[in-house]
């Protein structure tokens, strides 16, 4: 068991080390897209949370359409 413990301890370490940065990089491009999306619909700006589904949805299929550019 240490033996197992000690070839995968350095690999947890640098997962949980790097873990936060790239999740912290996807949320900022996702703020951006959601930036542009409330922009280009005229929105103020609110949290795509508390939007309603209709919005939500709208908001998806708009950045769906993005992607596929």
């Known amino acids: 068991m240490r033996l197992l413990f000690k070839h ?5 370490l640098a997962v949980a080390i790097t873990s ?3 999740m912290t990089g996807c949320r900022s491009q996702e703020t951006v897209y959601y930036n ?3 922009h280009d619909t005229h929105r103020e700006h609110r949290d795509l949370n508390k939007r309603d589904e209709a ?5 998806s ?4 359409g993005r992607d596929h550019r």
């Open 20 to 22: 936060p940065a790239v």
């Open 61 to 64: 299929d708009w950045r769906r």
């Open 8 to 12: 995968f301890a350095p690999l947890l």
């Open 55 to 59: 919005e939500q949805k709208e908001y």
């Open 36 to 38: 542009q999306w409330e």
